[in-house]
């Protein structure tokens, strides 16, 4: 059961514009369980291409996702989503490979369902586990996943922003490219909700992005 005052919180944009981390910020300032749905389609895409599964092999996902079993462990104020046991580490998530890939495996309808629920369940998880709330980031939280979430809101930034923090980050991704990949695709494409906020974090440090969110909430 989900109490009464639970606070759900749907934080959507494009590639590095800012949820993961802002999301963390909300989470420790209000208590929330973090749910980051990137993390589940790269874990998913890695696996794949481990498997040498690529996103145009549509029978062998369909058939490869059927042996898959979802899992998670919680650590600290974040859920992490194992699958078959095995818990990735950050660098498999960002691989180049992943990074290149993980767009076209996120369009692939079977993979998009086969997450949605749990995605979906982590709400009565967060409370059952005693949070005061969630919050998610991905693309289509606030469209999608959680549409009837409380706060909504939608981060963008220039590509050159973008690509300067990947590269602080040590990562390389194709930022544009993923990003036109998810606003194009059929099924649930990534869009920013017509009741969600939208913030350009291009200028501003993630301290500025995190106050301004918490302001909004706390002054609803």
């Known amino acids: 059961m989900v109490k009464k005052n639970f606070m759900v919180i749907a934080l959507d944009g494009g590639a590095a514009s800012g949820k993961s981390s802002t999301a963390k910020i909300l989470a420790k300032q209000l208590n929330l369980l973090h749910v980051d749905t990137g993390a589940h389609y ?23 996702l059927k042996n898959f079993k979802i899992g998670s ?20 998530l960002r691989s180049p490979l992943v990074n290149q890939n993980v767009s076209s495996f996120s369009a692939v309808p079977e993979v998009r369902h086969f997450l949605l629920e749990y995605q979906r369940s982590q709400v009565e998880f967060a409370a059952k586990n005693g949070f005061d709330g969630l919050v998610m980031d991905g693309r289509d939280i606030g469209s999608i996943v959680l549409p009837k979430a409380n706060f909504k809101f939608f981060l963008e930034a220039d590509p050159a922003t973008r690509y300067s923090r990947r590269a602080l980050q040590g990562h390389q991704d194709a930022i544009v490219a993923r990003d036109q990949l998810d606003s194009s695709r059929t099924t649930a494409p990534m869009v920013c909700a017509s009741d969600a906020v939208r913030i350009d974090t291009s200028h501003l440090t993630l301290e500025e992005v995190a106050n301004h969110i918490l302001a909004i909430i706390l002054n609803y």
Do not use: C, W
Request: proline share 2%.
């Open 73 to 92: 462990m919680i650590e600290g104020r974040d859920i992490l989503m194992t699958i078959n046991g095995v818990l990735l580490g950050q660098d498999d």
């Open 42 to 64: 790269r874990t998913i895409a890695f696996i794949l291409l481990k498997n040498d599964i690529y996103p145009s092999n549509h029978e062998l996902i369909v058939n490869k």
